[in-house]
């Protein structure tokens, strides 16, 4: 095998490790960037190489940013007392399509899970706890995914901040077993707006 195939293959199998790419969608991607190298390969090369060198999780809510404050942290707008609180920053990215929350947010990094022993410390469930102390916050959103260890998190989230703060969970529209990204845009703007107590 020469130097070229060994160098593509070694892409293919990058690519493979993708969610949602295997190694037959990775071949076809990784042959699509190639027959249009200058259109899409080397534009996609720089912009991976900018981001690797600047992206980082902004330090107050855990979103995906290229500043130590994310610019929805940094949004004055936003500082309405609301926090919602997601798994994962796609979550988030998912509560921003609908453009129904108009407040900040707090990324916890996954779930309670006995099974694969990640506690509260594992999460950024102290630094929520901090951030209720001193941002003078009136509600925490729970919108996490309708699972059995999203609900476990909810429960612990709830019973940790009960009578600090009021405490609501999103409620219509987002079924047992569904995940935020997977909604459409409506299903997640009813559900945030007929939330209730935890």
Known sequence: MTDGPKEIEILIGM??????????????????????????????????????????????????????????????????????????????????????????????GGTLSALDDIGPDELRIPKLAERIETEQVTEVILALNATVDGQTTAHYIADLLEERVRVTTLAQGVPIGGELDYLDDGTITAALRARKGA
């Open 15 to 108: 690519m493979a490790k993708l969610p949602g790419l295997g190694p037959r969608s990775a071949r076809r991607a990784v042959l699509h960037l190639i027959k249009k190298r200058s259109l899409l390969m080397a534009p996609l090369s720089e912009a991976m190489q900018r981001v690797a060198s600047r992206a980082r999780e902004c330090i107050n809510c855990g979103n995906i940013s290229t500043a130590d404050i994310c610019s929805i942290c940094s949004d004055e707008s936003r500082q309405n007392g609301e926090i919602c609180v997601v798994e994962d920053v796609v979550d988030l990215w998912a509560m921003e399509r609908a453009g129904a929350f108009k407040g900040r947010y707090h990324i916890l």
